[in-house]
């Protein structure tokens, strides 16, 4: 197995494995409009991985499988706190670390490209992403905190870099394109 392979049999058992979850979480309301498209729970799940490292995506994958084991659904728990029906899932310091700087990424890429990339309440995002980092075992947070403090060392984006991924899978072309698109039809909107 090549290199690529591993990688992408590491991403297809993950994105399995939390589609999985998310169908079984109960919705108040009955099935959301969300399970009901689980194509685009994939893409958006693949595109949230897309930019972490193996080493993370292997721990990660072995958090989901422990879960299995042990009955747990990372999806349910991650709601639940959400909703602040549960205690936090963890004492680490290293949830608040990361989902801020993934705010700051998405505040530093929505205003590059403010018709491509919304914002969409980042104060939302970053409790989503907070409470979705706390399911996630010590190992799995340190190697996510390292990615995040190596991506702001060397500049990098991490959600530019998700959004560049997207683009190109959706054949869109680059971000720039995206962005030039966006405008434009954004303009169309209010003549």
Same mark, same amino acid.
């Given at each position: ?5 591993? +990688? ?8 399995? @494995? ?5 169908? $079984? ?7 959301? $409009? ?20 193996? $080493?993370?995506?292997?721990? %990660? ?19 639940? !706190?959400?909703?602040? !029906?549960? /205690? ?8 608040? =670390?990361?989902?801020?700087? &993934?705010?700051?990424?998405? &505040? ?10 919304? +914002? ?5 995002? @970053?409790? %989503? ?8 075992? /010590?190992?799995?947070? =340190? ?6 403090? !190596?991506? +702001? ?10 959004? +560049? ?27």
């Amino acid at each position: 197995m090549t290199e690529a392979q591993g +990688r992408e049999s590491l991403l297809r058992e993950i994105i399995d @494995r939390e589609l999985a979850m998310f169908l $079984a979480t109960p919705n108040e309301g009955g099935i959301s $409009a969300c399970q009901q498209r689980p194509e685009t729970f994939r893409v958006m799940r693949r595109m949230a991985h897309e930019v972490h490292d193996d $080493a993370t995506l292997a721990s %990660y994958l072995d958090d989901l499988r422990r879960a299995e084991e042990e009955g747990r659904n990372f999806m349910l728990e991650k709601y639940a !706190r959400m909703d602040e !029906r549960m /205690p936090p899932l963890t004492q680490s310091p290293l949830p608040e =670390e990361i989902a801020d700087a &993934e705010a700051a990424f998405l &505040e530093e890429a929505a205003r590059r490209f403010p018709h491509a990339i919304k +914002r969409n309440g980042s104060d939302m995002f @970053r409790r %989503y992403l907070r409470c979705e980092l706390e399911t996630l075992s /010590p190992a799995t947070l =340190e190697l996510y905190a390292g990615e995040i403090r !190596r991506a +702001r060392r060397e500049g990098r984006n991490l959600v530019l870099e998700r959004h +560049r991924w997207l683009a190109r899978l959706l054949g869109k072309g680059s971000l720039k394109e995206c962005e030039a698109a966006a405008a434009a039809a954004g303009r169309l909107k209010r003549e």
